[in-house]
């Protein structure tokens, strides 16, 4: 359940209420009862942290190479050289 910050017009009566967002909005203040009682704007009340994407994409305008559908695609490596036979000994066989 979201916290609500309301603050009485009249007297300047302050108060942070938890209460559901169905909830109809209060409107009496509790401290000198008249119909003054205004929910507030206020900030969020989180921070994201870690290592999301926020953190990593578009951070100093190179996208990051995953080789994923929204990154570049990695490149392949070369492929092997392939080894090259030894010669067999002239005059013999290898099959002693």
Known sequence: ???YAYRCESCGF???VLQKMSDPQLTVCPECGKESFK???TAAGF???GSGWY???FRGGTPPATG???GPAKTEAAPAATPTPT???SGGSSDN
């Open 55 to 57: 953190v990593t994409d």
């Open 87 to 89: 010669p067999t000994p």
């Open 39 to 41: 929910k507030q704007l």
């Open 68 to 70: 994923t559908a929204t």
């Open 14 to 16: 302050a108060k942070d």
């Open 1 to 3: 359940m979201p916290i």
């Open 47 to 49: 921070q994201l942290k």
